[in-house]
């Protein structure tokens, strides 16, 4: 799985560079910087890892019950965040 996944985020950061390619620091998209986009992604496939590694071997169950903890926490400092003047 690890090796697969690895592949894919290769995969994944090929999009975003090749999206960026078209631009430069001065004229990009959305005012925004490449690695902005790759820390995103990058942060996100870690988030993944995480949680196929975790609810490996697990029942279905388990798996829902982790889930909705893990949108629970999520929710939780979405709004702890908004609540202090900060957005995501």
Request: proline share 1%; hydrophobic share 35%.
């Amino acid at each position: 799985m690890n090796q697969r996944m690895n592949e894919l985020l290769g995969h994944a950061m090929g999009v975003i560079t090749e999206f960026w390619e078209n631009y430069d620091d001065e004229h990009a998209p959305f005012g925004q910087r490449m690695e902005t986009y790759l820390d995103y992604a990058s942060t996100q496939f870690d988030k993944r890892m995480k949680v196929l590694e975790r609810d490996r071997g697990k029942s279905v169950d388990e798996i829902v019950k982790a889930a909705v903890a893990d949108l629970a926490e999520d929710e939780m400092a979405h709004a702890s965040t908004a609540h202090n003047g900060n957005s995501r």
